[in-house]
């Protein structure tokens, strides 16, 4: 069983935030570009953007400082947790993508789960040229992305997306429900023009790989995020939860990080002590050691989001 070791708490400016809160809470994907960690939240119409930091909360030194939120979506959210859930886009994934037209430095993809009609929203923003956002940004309507994997996947729920072996691959999160889990590949030449323009139509999905992963305690696991690895191989992290559809929570009885070979085998598997919900993945090499850190979601607007770190 892997120990997380717990960098920090996504905390922000309350001022910026919509409902005045100190923190990010619900993350639910995770980007490192150089020195930055980009965070989205399933809950929110803002992105996070934090300082990268090494070392866990409670070392010397000062406080890392606040994180910004940067608008992707206008206008307001319900307050009320009930009419929110079910008008948030539901931004569930975002991925890091290599140069494209008019993104001569990558974007990062933000991607609504498609669990709901009002889920099948993304967001394409451009980055400059050290990491950060030069202010371009287009929405993208998934709807025609997303229906013909509902017609595999019924209650689909997209919760990962990465570029791997010149594909762009979506991870399909199971539940209690329908147990699941899948990547979902595409030929990234074909994605390009419909992302950069729509003109052309969406991208068919080229395979799907199922993905086997096991329970704790009875409840299945099911993917929350991943990131691409060397030679088509992918790291994930997936967390068991007691709920039997994409649209109500349930509890976290347990979570886990892994890797997955080319050809959609589980290679390895490792528990992480005290069941933090994790949702957001990003991966750096240490030799011949995985660094992954982790974003957490609560299910609770008044606890903090946590970026955690584990070595495996």
């Not at 992105?47 to 409670?58: K, Q, T």
């Not at 929110?84 to 991925?95: N, Y």
């Not at 390009?192 to 199922?210: E, F, Y």
């Not at 990003?282 to 030799?287: D, I, Q, R, S």
Request: glycine share 10%; net charge negative.
């Amino acid at each position: 069983m892997l120990i997380p070791d717990h960098l920090r708490d996504l905390l922000i400016d309350p001022r910026q935030h919509p409902r005045g809160l100190p923190h990010l809470s619900a993350a639910s994907g995770l980007v490192r570009v150089q020195h930055r960690l980009y965070v989205v939240s399933d809950d929110e119409l803002h992105l996070g953007v934090f300082d990268d930091i090494e070392s866990p909360v409670d070392s010397p030194g000062p406080s890392p400082p606040l994180g910004e939120l940067v608008r992707m979506f206008d206008g307001e959210l319900p307050g009320d947790t009930a009419l929110r859930k079910l008008a948030k886009p539901d931004l569930e994934t975002l991925a890091e993508l290599p140069p494209l037209p008019g993104c001569p430095f990558g974007a990062l993809l933000a991607l609504g789960s498609g669990s709901r009609p009002t889920r099948e929203t993304g967001v394409l923003m451009a980055l400059d040229a050290v990491g950060g956002l030069s202010g371009r940004v287009a929405r993208i309507d998934l709807s025609a992305l997303y229906a013909p994997l509902r017609v595999q996947f019924p209650d689909l729920n997209i919760e990962g997306a990465f570029v791997c072996s010149g594909e762009l691959r979506l991870l399909q999160r199971g539940n209690q429900g329908d147990g699941r889990n899948a990547c979902i590949h595409f030929d990234w030449n074909q994605a390009v023009p419909w992302l950069v323009a729509q003109s052309s139509p969406a991208p068919r999905p080229k395979a799907v790989q199922v993905i086997a992963l096991g329970d704790i305690d009875g409840v299945g696991l099911s993917l929350t995020d991943g990131a691409a690895l060397d030679h088509g191989a992918w790291a994930f992290c997936a967390v068991a939860e007691n709920t039997a559809d994409t649209f109500h929570d349930g509890a976290c009885v347990g979570s886990v990080v892994g890797t997955v070979a080319p050809d959609g085998k589980v290679v390895q598997v490792k528990q992480l002590r005290g069941a933090p919900k994790v949702e957001g993945l990003a991966v750096t090499m240490a030799g011949s050691e995985l660094v992954l850190t982790l974003v957490t979601d609560a299910d609770d607007p008044d606890i903090p989001a946590q970026l955690l770190r584990v070595t495996m």
